[in-house]
């Protein structure tokens, strides 16, 4: 054992790091069992503490060109006729899980920038969602007076991560805000599992399990709104919840209601059944849509949720569990219905900024492609 | 200012506690705005860290004698002419949250034995929940292993609330002991809120938000022991999920068998649908009975979940909140389903146990009341 000259004795550095890259061949590749390998590159779960990401990451539709705004337009927008997509851009909506609470308002207020530039300012086709930091709710009232005002920004757009539920009072500035400046307040899931552990109990083990979790989180934060009074203390405020489904909400509607006839008098600033908030306050997009064994069973499952009410389309264009406006619905949905949930709840929900653009297209056809029914 | 002669300088404590009790006249309760007292009464949550509870402490029936056996069996049991009751003491249930395992551990057993003395050794009728300490595997094992060929022993016990999701393979070992001893894994709402938060996100603020959350905890759970393969480990293995509702179970499985489909390659170990695990595996309670507004959902619903297989009666004696046999049930319920809800599902879960009672019974009709219909 080698002693240093410079040293007046033999020395041991007990922290000393060494880094094996997980995936070269210099590194820990050789190590693993060939089995593992293939299922370490499927659940992406190789660091501690990763979060949960598609097993072949941010898979995308392999019929569309996503890689720019023309592709998107021809494979997309013009191939299935959307009149108005309502834009949501990725990763701006989870920035409010950026521990620093400076850089992640800043990153909101360019993403949301960016959007104007790219989308917004391209055609009134495009309606935008105001990415705001939900953990610096002063700055998210900032951002939202900055661009509420804006022709085409239809709503806010949050995370289903967050440091509390969101009935808590500390958002109630940014769910003011958003009723004063007719902004619907819509919830997308976005890395559940960065601040809490994504379930009630504790941290899922895979993808499938965390992706099969996420209507928990959303049930939560319906049930904390609704229960917290928001709707009584801002009857203009609408919420959406977006890529959640929509099969808990009839068994949630039940038990709150039933519930609040043994417990009112512990929330005595409801005064109307839950369901009623949900009913008036709540709508929820389609995607990834419900697919019982027996398509009978989503049709009735929309009639539980009065689903001509409260549904409204989505495609999660570009990601591997698109849906198809012609394909995701059963065969036997009643057109009326149908119609309701590609078209006209979605009119109500965003009927503040909708009807100004739908006057200036009928004042100027040509201004916008589509047909104007907006009642 | 006084100086102690002992000191040689004046003295600052800087930490002395003092103690106004929250009720009393002498204590905080004056101090307190009437309003609010009313409030504190009811929500129970006075304390910093305290649970959820029903505002009005444990509200039992009012119409049952239900501190003794003799009331219980008058008011209960022979006024509905309950065959076979499944018991579930209180708070035994519990023990698993209990943070010093030993203690938890030799509780759940003092509670098993008084079990044993007051219920099971007073007649065949009463079936018996061995409580186990779920954080305590090898502690549990040799609680199964001391009870669980009692002829009346026909399942294990354990709280929503826990360490891990069930699934972990942390509690495998306890699975592997009831598959091999033909017991059922009940769960049951048990302090929610304990260990982790409740919701996947944060603390609700109330306990009626809390209460109406309790079945995103079962969701949770049912995935994971799903997801997990648990039932792939232990094909013996069936579970029984009481109070936590059932409406939620449809859309749990359509989620789950759609995930499937796309990312089976990241669960390798599970060789068909989730939802034809949850339906050989899993079943659950009634109470409190779902209560959709128009009562033809309620049994749309159980069509959704195969109720005539899946749904065993409960009527959670003596809480606020039990079900009537009688009165539960939409009057348009098929008497077939309800046949299954009220015995026979209960009888195919409980087999192993129930068949021999049966028989005993079949030898001599006086050892047990009602009449003998297990196929």
Redesign the interface.
Known sequence: MSQSPKSPTRIIDCDVHCNPNFESPEGLRPYIPESYRT?ME??MGTRPGHGYSH?NGRVQRPDCDYRSVEGFERDHIDRYGITYAVMQPQPTMDFSLIHNIDIATMLCRAGNDWLVDHYLNRSPRYLGSICVNMNDPAGAVREIERLGDHPQMVQILAP?????????RFYHPIYEACARKHLVFALHPGA?GSL??????????????W???L???F???T??LV??GVFEKFPGLSVLLTEG?Y??L???????????K??R????WLREA??SYIRRHVKLTTQ?I????DPA?AI??M??IDAANTLCFSSDYPH??FDDPFRAFPSRTPPDLLERILWGNACDLYRHKLEPLERARAADPASLPGTSVVS
Chains 1, 2 share one sequence.
């Open positions: 299922a499927l659940s097993p289903g991560e967050a440091s509390f539920l969101y009935g808590h559940e809490n552990s994504s379930t009630s109990v504790g941290r899922p083990s895979s993808y499938f399990e992706h099969c979790s209507p928990q989180t049930m939560a934060h049930g904390s229960a917290e489904g099969g808990w009839a068994p949630l509607m039940w038990r709150m209601d039933k519930n609040f043994a417990l008098a512990t929330v005595p839950p369901s990834p419900e697919e019982p064994s069973h009735m499952m009639e539980m591997w569990d």
